[in-house]
Every structure is written in C-alpha cells, then in structure tokens.
C-alpha cells in the first residue's frame, strides 16, 4: 500500500451568507443573514477537507493571506499551520480592545481574530487528513470517550419575525415573557429531546428574567437550567440574581463583564460562574483561575484555535478543577461536526454543550445532523463524516456575492436599529 500525499495543492475560501432568525441580545439582534467562511483544502492525492469559521471581512482579510500561503504544506503538519498564520497574517485593521459587537466575546484582540480564522483551517486539514488515513476526526484526535455527544436547548427572547418585514421568516413566533419562553422549551425538548436549558439574557431587566427562569423551573423541575446575559449586569445585579435563582441555576454564565467583576461574584454567591467572554485565548486563564472568577469555562473551538487547543484548555481546567462546557455561536453543519469529534474526546466534558444548529433553516452538508434525546452520535466515518452540499454552498455564496455590504458584517445593533432607530449598544452595565 503506498501512502497517501497530504500535500496541499490548493485551497477554496468560499462567504456565504446563512439565515438567522431575529433573535435578541444585549447588543441588539440578530441580523436576517450572517456571515460564515467554508474552508476547502485539496491534497495532492484530490481529497478534500472542509472546516467553516466566522465570515465577517476582518476574518476574511486573515484567511486570504494564509489560504495563499498553505499550498506546498501538509494537512498533517498542524503545528506548521500555527507558525504560518503568524508569519503571514497580520494584524487586522479596525481590532481594538473593545467588546465585539456581533459575538459578544469579550475584549476583541488580533490574536483572538487570528486563532479563529486558524479554526477553520485546523478542521479542513483534520478532515483531510482523515479522509486519507481512513480515520475519524475522533481517533486523530486521541479516540472518542463517549458515542454520543449531549447538547442543551439554546432558548432566545425573539421577535416572530425581522424589522420591517424582512426575509427570512420561520414558523417559532415570538417570545418575549416568561410563557412565549417556556413554549420555546417545550419544542426544544419535544422536537430535540433537550433535557437542559440556556437562556440568553440581558435583553429584559433582570426581573424579567429571573421570572422565565422560574417558569422554566417549574415546567421542567429538577432539569438543569442556564442564565446568560453576556455580561450586562453590575455586581450588585449579579448577586442580586444569583441569590433569587440560586435553587434552579446550573450555573449562571457571565453575568458581568470583566475578570475582576466576575471575581467580585464570585465571591459573594454559591452558584458556579461560567464563562464565554473573560477567559477566550490562553493568556486570560491565570488571572480568572488565581482570582476564583469563574468555575466553568466554555470552550469554542473556533475561539481558542481549533480541535487541539480545546483539548489543551480542557487538560488546564481539569488541572485546576475547573468545569469545562461548550460555547456556540450560529453555525452550520461542518462546525457541529468538529464540535461533536472533539466534544467526544474531552474526558471531563461536564455539560451539555450549547449549539445554534436547531435555529439556523438552511445547512451546507448532504445529511444535517439530527439530535436524539438531545444527543448527537459521534461519527466514526473518516473525517468529519460529513460531505459538502455544492449546491447548497453555491446558492449561499451567490447571496453573499449579491449582498450590497450591510450583511457581511454582522452587527446585532445595527440589526435593531431597523426597529429602534435610536438604538445604541448599550454601555454595560446595562443594568
Ligand atoms: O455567550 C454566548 O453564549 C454567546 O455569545 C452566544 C451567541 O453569540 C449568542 O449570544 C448570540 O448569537 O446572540
Ligand atoms: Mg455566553
């Protein structure tokens, strides 16, 4: 048997624009399309990777750069692909150490833009490479622990449909108090099989949604229960929200922007602190970790550089006894196959990750993932298992290319001010 040439001979960068219902969140909401990037990468032999990341310009400005550089690499030589992107990809234009307004993912760095463009072409590489040694993503990346991955219900406050009567619409409605909350849920758990819950908040004054907690703690007793309001509070709100759903909270996820905020929590209530927007690249663990503030981070593969790295923070909080979770942000089926190999893999993998999936109407591979019982099955297919749906990508992509500009950036704030044009990003706190 000769072995197979992981040289890369070419690489496809292909925009799309994908759907997205209205929903609501601190900044604003969501726009009726948002950007996402497909990475292809060609080996000599013609297998083909894929991996999808974040699509806004100031990621397509990095993956150009390292898409031309690639070729003449190995998919194998992913500690390779780490020292080109910092050789070729530079420091974006516009980053500033500002909270960025379409992610909500905390302080914006070029490091942390760089690792998320990286993400998309770890995974192609990895797909690549499976698909020419016949293995599964999993096994690449040590072997799967679990066959299947447990994901949670990612509930919304949303409007029925966008400002000003724009496309695309869905059947959901709106939900806007605790009832519209609690009939989300239902579908979720009647159409998915979640049995644990997250609601983004930060949208309604924090009685408001400590009042939708409660009323999901009563629809569904003694099933965990998640508040996230992408750091909007005060201190003294947090404590204050802490101490009324201290009974019903899984945890309680960034209640307060800031490692020395969180720290502040954290000290005054018994309800763990989880995160998504203090602790995102590598140099903001010692600081959270030393300080107490957060006890569960949640990983993002694209955040934190790919499929490896997630791995690498899992064994730091294992180390320093910190719980481990999964963040998500839209995305398609290619992310959530990379979410679910690693998801497989990671031992102390302590919650149901969080996925957008169930939300988004339109997908990029021939077969969407479906979950049962709230789970999905780890693939044990080469690659990712997954294939690429040429059709579905070409129409996505010529929606990108037709776009006149206001889609291509995701701006939530932007996106409200349809409705509200007097909406600012709000200063947080917020409340
Ligand atoms: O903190 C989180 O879970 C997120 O920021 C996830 C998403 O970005 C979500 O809040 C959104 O898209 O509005
Ligand atoms: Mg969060």
């Known amino acids: 048997m000769t072995n197979p040439d992981l040289t890369i001979t070419e690489v496809r960068l292909t925009p799309i624009l994908i759907s997205d219902p209205p929903l609501l969140n601190t900044q604003g909401v969501h726009q009726p399309y948002t950007p996402r990037l497909v990475v292809e990468v060609v080996t000599a032999d013609g297998v083909t990777g894929i ?55 905390g302080v914006q760095t070029a490091d942390k833009l760089r690792l998320s463009v990286i993400s998309g072409f770890e995974v192609a590489c990895l797909d690549a490479l499976g698909k020419s040694l016949g293995l599964p993503v999993h096994a690449l990346l040590g072997g799967k622990v679990r066959d299947s991955v447990e994901y949670s219900a990612y509930l919304f406050y949303r409007w029925a449909e966008h400002p000003a009567g724009q496309e695309p619409k869905d059947d959901w409605g709106a939900a806007v108090d605790p009832a519209g909350v609690v009939e989300q849920a239902r579908r979720f758990a009647r159409d998915y099989g979640f049995t644990s819950f997250k609601l983004k908040g930060g949208v309604f004054p924090p009685d408001e949604e400590i009042a939708a907690i409660r009323a999901l703690a009563e629809a569904f007793p003694g099933q965990p229960l998640r508040l996230d309001p992408n750091g909007a509070w005060s201190v003294e709100t947090s404590l204050y929200v802490a101490e009324q759903l201290g009974d019903a909270l899984e945890y309680l996820e960034d209640p307060t922007s800031s490692t020395a905020r969180m720290a502040e929590v954290a000290a005054g209530t018994e309800v763990p602190l989880a995160t998504n927007m203090c602790v995102t690249t590598f140099p903001e663990i010692a600081e959270a970790f030393t300080k107490g503030a ?55 993998l302590d919650y149901a990750c969080d996925s957008h999936y169930p939300w988004q109407t339109e997908d990029i591979i021939t077969i969407p993932h479906t979950f049962t019982d709230g789970r999905l099955t780890v693939s ?15 129409a996505l992509h010529q929606r990108w290319l037709e776009d006149d500009g206001t889609m291509r950036d995701r701006d939530d704030a932007a996106a409200m001010r349809k409705a509200d044009p007097d909406w600012v990003t709000p200063a947080v706190p917020r409340w």
């Open 51 to 105: 991996g999808e990341t974040y699509g806004d310009t100031k990621y397509l400005d990095l993956a150009h750069p390292l898409a031309d550089a690639l070729p003449g690499h190995s998919v194998a030589d992913l500690n390779g692909l780490f020292i080109l992107a910092g050789q070729v990809c530079g420091d974006p234009a516009g980053t500033s150490d500002s909270v960025d307004v379409g992610g909500l993912r």
């Open 294 to 348: 957060v006890q569960v981070v949640l990983s993002d593969h694209h955040y934190w550089g790919g499929l490896r790295n997630t791995r690498e923070l899992a064994a730091i909080c294992r180390t320093f006894g910190v719980g481990l979770s999964m963040h998500s942000n839209t995305h398609l089926g290619i992310s959530l196959a990379a979410m679910t190999h690693v998801a497989a893999t990671v031992p102390n």
């Open 380 to 394: 044990d297919a080469p690659g990712l298992g997954i294939e690429l749906d040429r059709v579905a990508l070409r």
